[in-house]
Structures are given as structure tokens and as C-alpha cells.
């Protein structure tokens, strides 16, 4: 079976601070990719790795970078964390091929005080 | 870009009912998932299912690919069937980026 696990479950930071929110699974999948879910607005691609330190912005990147060091690791990092920013975060990954099955994390519920 | 629309938005059974979610795309996918979130929030897979049927235990999914829908079937239904579901689709251009539907919210009561 596929495993995506996510650092943490739940997570509090207060306004300004540096979050890293770190992904890993151990499916050797080349794309890994992260959402944010809100309410009222669905799950969002924020950004996606296709390969070891290579990344693409998905539909909502502004506030947010990510780091892809190791293909079973996938970071994101909040530089400087917002209150707009409190979400549930959900990592997944997915071979490299025309079908692209992701396979989702736990998620990581965000509030930023 | 590709439209997704589920229906029901909500749904309410009693256990051991059978029930159908729908899920209309808007244009050719190489990819259709149906996802269930549990209680915690965790996506869990159900299907991937461009195109056919399958089957898995009491759920089954059907795809109509070229009239661009699927469907999801939930037979005797039980309380741990509750939660959101979701169908996801990605198209030909751009085979990395799931599309999400608005899920349906569905509840089952003993």
C-alpha cells in the first residue's frame, strides 16, 4: 500500500512566524503535490514536484514556497504565516505517468493565531 | 478550464440503504478518482476509474466516458459510510492537476 504520511496532525503558530509543513512517502513516486481545503472553496493545488528540486505553482501560491531535496520528501513552507492562512493542508503523490493516481496524507490542520 | 459538479450536495440514509452520488465533468479526463474524506479529514481512495466499472466490496463505479460522468454506488449502506465524497478528474492537457468536485456530504443514521 501507498503511504503519505504529513508531520503533524494539527499545528498552531501565531502571525509572522516560519512553518514548515513537511510530506513523505515511501512509494519512490516522482509527483508530489500539495493542497489547501477550505470551506465553501474545495481543495486547491498550491503546488506540485515532478522530480527532485522541481517545482510548479498550481492555482494558489502567492505566501507560500516549497522545497523538494529528497524524492520522498516534500515540503511547504509558510515565510511569514497569516491568519488567511489557517486551513487543513493535504499532501499527495502519484507516479510519473500518463494516469497520475495520487494518493493522499492525513492532513495537516493549520490555525494561525 | 475542465467543470466538475457532484450531486447530491447532501444526503441523508438510514443504515442498510442503497444510494447513488453522481459526478458531471465538463470535458475528456485521463483521470477520474472518487475519494472518501473520513471524520479526521484523511482522503481516503475508493476508485480510479476513467472509464468502466469496478467494484470493491459493498461500493462500485461506473465511468461513461464519452457522455462525461460517473457514477458512484453505495449498497446497504453503514454509519462508517459517512463522510464527504469526492470526484476528482484531471484532463488530457494537464494530466498533473486533480480537478475536485464540491463533494457530497453524506450521512448515515442507525
Known amino acids: 500500500d501507498v503511504k503519505v504520511t504529513q508531520s503533524s496532525r494539527y499545528l498552531v503558530k501565531r502571525t509572522g512566524e516560519k512553518v514548515f509543513l513537511e510530506c513523505v512517502q515511501d512509494?519512490?513516486?516522482?509527483?508530489m503535490f500539495w493542497y489547501r481545503q477550505d470551506p465553501g472553496l474545495g481543495l486547491r493545488l498550491i503546488y506540485f514536484?515532478?522530480?527532485?528540486?522541481?517545482?510548479e505553482k498550481g492555482d494558489i501560491p502567492e505566501g507560500y514556497s516549497v522545497s523538494r531535496e529528497k524524492k520522498e520528501r516534500f515540503s511547504l513552507i509558510l515565510e511569514s504565516a497569516s491568519t488567511n492562512q489557517t486551513s487543513m493542508y493535504l499532501c499527495?503523490?502519484?507516479?510519473?505517468?500518463?494516469?497520475?493516481?495520487?494518493?493522499f496524507g492525513p492532513g495537516t490542520r493549520l490555525t494561525v493565531l | 478550464g475542465i467543470q466538475v459538479e457532484q450531486s447530491p450536495p447532501d444526503l441523508i440514509l438510514q443504515e442498510g440503504a442503497n444510494s447513488t452520488l453522481r459526478c458531471n465533468f465538463s470535458?475528456?479526463?485521463?483521470?477520474l478518482q472518487w475519494f472518501h474524506q473520513n471524520p479526521w479529514g484523511q482522503l481516503i481512495n475508493l476508485f480510479y476509474?476513467?472509464?468502466g466499472t469496478k467494484q470493491n466490496g459493498r461500493l462500485s463505479a461506473t465511468t461513461v466516458a464519452t457522455e462525461r460522468y460517473s457514477l458512484l454506488y453505495i449498497s446497504s449502506s453503514q454509519t462508517t459510510d459517512s463522510g464527504v465524497y469526492f470526484c476528482?478528474?484531471?484532463?488530457?492537457?494537464?494530466?498533473?492537476?486533480?480537478?475536485f468536485g464540491t463533494g457530497t456530504l453524506l450521512a448515515v443514521q442507525p
Open positions: 470535458d475528456s479526463v485521463n483521470n
Open positions: 476509474i476513467p472509464s
Open positions: 514536484s515532478y522530480d527532485v528540486k522541481m517545482k
Open positions: 512509494m519512490d513516486h516522482e509527483n
Open positions: 499527495a503523490s502519484s507516479l510519473f505517468n500518463l494516469y497520475n493516481e495520487q494518493f
Open positions: 476528482a478528474v484531471a484532463s488530457r492537457g494537464a494530466t498533473n492537476k486533480l480537478i
